[in-house]
C-alpha cells in the first residue's frame, strides 16, 4: 500500500501551494501518468537519479518511480480537537496519514492573512501541537475506560500492557509532549502505539518552514526561519525550508527553463526534492528496483525487509511462491555496464528468502505458485 503524507499546518500558511507544487512537479521520466485520484490527493514519484541512469541502458524500457501519496488537509484551527473548524473530520485524515508534513509560515507579507495576525511559526507549531495532543488525550481516554476492568479486575495480559502504556503516554502528553516523544519505551511498545492507538502525535512529523527564498544568504537573514530552528534546536526534528510560492512557479517550468529561472532568482530548487527524500530517509526507506520486459521499476521498501517481503510489495503470489531472488547492485550496474557484464564477473548473487534487500539492489524474483 503506498505511504500516505498529510500535509497539516494553520490556514492560509501555504499547504495546498505546497501540494500543488508537490504533484505538479512530479510528471517524471517517460509516460508515468501522474494521478489526481481526489481534489485533495496526488501521487508524487521519489525523486532517483538511478532510475534515469538505468534507463539510459535500457531505452526501450518504461521508467516507473517510486511513488507516495500526499493529502492536502484543509487548515486546522486553535480548538480544531473540540470540533472547532471542521475540527474533526480533518483529524481523521491525519489519522488516516504514515506521517505529517507540517507547513509553518517563515515569510513576511499583509496582503497574506495570517489567523493569528502576525508571524511566528515557533507560536504556530505549537498551537498545532496543542491541537494533535489534546485530540490524542481524547482517543486515550476513551481507550483507557475501554481496558481498565479488563486489566484491572480480569487481569487480561494484553489490556494490562495496554493500561500501563496508556498510563505513561497520558503523563506525557499532559506535559504537552508529543506521543512520538515519549521516552524509554521499547522499539515494540513505540509499533504498538503507532499501530494500535492510531495517536496522530505519534506519527512521523516534518517541519516545512515555508520562506520567501531558499537560499543560504535569505536563509540566514530570514528571522522566522532561525527562531523557529532555535526553538526546536534540543529536539530531534526535522525542518526543511521550502520556498513554497516559486516552487509551484517551478514546477510549471519544463527542465531547461526552470535551471535558468533558477540562476534568476534566490532559490535553490531542490526545496521539493530534499522534502521528499527526507520524509523517505524519516520513514526509514528505502529503494530496489526490478527490470521486466516492459519496465524499470522502482519499489520503496522499509530497511531490515527480507527477500521474500519484498517480493510481497510486487505481488503476493512472488512472496507466497517465494523460491530465489537474483540481485546485484546499482553500483555495480554501473561499474559493468550491463547485466551480461555483471553475470561474467560473478557479481550476480542468488538470495534466499531471508536475505535483506538493500538500497540500491535490483532484483529478480522466481516464484513459483500452485495452485
Ligand atoms: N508571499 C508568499 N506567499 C505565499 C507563500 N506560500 C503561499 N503563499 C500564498 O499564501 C496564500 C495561501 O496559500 P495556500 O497554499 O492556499 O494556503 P493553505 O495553507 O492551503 O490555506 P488553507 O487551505 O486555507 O488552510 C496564497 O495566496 C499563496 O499564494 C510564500 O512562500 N510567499
Ligand atoms: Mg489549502
Not at 495570517?114 to 485530540?135: F, K, Q, T
Not at 500501563?164 to 512520538?180: D, S, Y
Not at 492507538?197 to 540566514?220: G, M, Q
Not at 535558468?260 to 531542490?270: K, P, Q, R, T, V
Request: net charge negative; aromatic share 8%.
Amino acid at each position: 500500500m503506498a505511504l500516505r503524507f498529510g500535509i497539516i499546518g494553520l490556514p492560509n500558511v501555504g499547504k495546498s501551494t505546497l501540494f500543488n507544487a508537490l504533484t505538479s512537479s512530479s510528471v517524471p521520466a517517460d509516460n508515468y501518468p501522474f494521478t489526481t485520484i481526489k481534489p485533495n490527493m496526488g501521487i508524487v514519484s521519489v525523486p532517483d537519479e538511478r532510475l534515469k541512469i538505468l534507463g539510459k541502458s535500457y531505452p526501450h524500457l518504461n521508467l516507473i518511480p517510486a511513488t507516495i501519496e500526499v493529502y492536502d488537509i484543509a487548515g486546522l484551527v486553535k480548538g480544531a480537537s473540540s470540533g472547532e473548524g471542521l475540527g474533526n473530520q480533518f483529524l481523521a485524515q491525519i489519522r488516516e496519514s504514515d506521517a505529517i508534513i507540517e507547513v509553518v509560515r517563515c515569510f513576511e507579507g499583509d496582503e497574506i492573512i495570517h489567523v493569528e495576525h502576525s508571524v511566528d511559526p515557533l507560536r504556530d507549531s505549537e498551537i498545532i501541537e496543542l491541537e494533535l495532543i489534546m485530540a490524542d488525550l481524547e482517543t486515550l481516554s476513551r481507550r483507557h475506560k475501554k481496558v481498565a476492568t479488563k486489566a484491572r479486575v480480569e487481569k487480561e495480559p494484553t489490556a494490562v500492557y495496554e493500561f500501563n502504556l496508556i498510563k505513561k503516554l497520558i503523563e506525557h502528553l499532559q506535559k504537552g509532549e508529543p506521543a512520538r516523544t515519549l521516552p524509554d519505551i521499547y522499539p515494540n511498545d513505540r509499533e504498538y502505539i503507532l499501530k494500535q492507538f492510531h495517536l496522530i502525535s505519534a506519527k512521523p512529523h516534518i517541519y516545512v518552514a515555508n520562506v520567501e527564498s531558499d537560499d543560504e544568504t535569505s536563509l540566514k537573514n530570514n528571522t522566522h526561519y532561525q527562531s523557529l530552528r532555535e526553538g526546536f534546536k534540543h529536539k530531534q526534528t526535522l525542518i526543511i525550508p521550502v520556498a513554497i510560492k516559486l516552487e509551484s512557479e517551478l514546477a510549471l517550468f519544463d527542465e531547461s527553463d526552470r535551471q535558468e529561472y533558477i540562476s534568476l532568482i534566490d532559490a535553490s530548487g531542490e526545496g521539493i526534492n530534499e522534502l521528499i527524500l527526507s520524509a523517505y530517509k524519516l520513514l526509514n526507506l528505502a529503494t530496489f528496483f526490478t527490470i521486466g520486459d516492459e519496465e524499470i521499476r522502482a519499489w520503496t521498501f522499509t530497511n531490515g525487509q527480507s527477500a521474500r517481503e519484498c517480493a510481497g510489495l510486487i505481488h503476493t503470489d512472488f512472496e507466497r511462491g517465494f523460491i530465489k531472488a537474483e540481485i546485484f547492485t546499482f553500483t555495480d550496474f554501473v561499474t559493468y555496464g550491463s547485466e551480461q557484464a555483471i553475470k561474467e564477473t560473478g557479481k550476480l548473487n542468488i538470495e534466499g528468502k531471508d536475505y535483506l534487500i538493500k538500497d540500491g539492489d535490483i532484483a529478480f524474483f522466481k516464484f513459483n505458485v500452485t495452485k
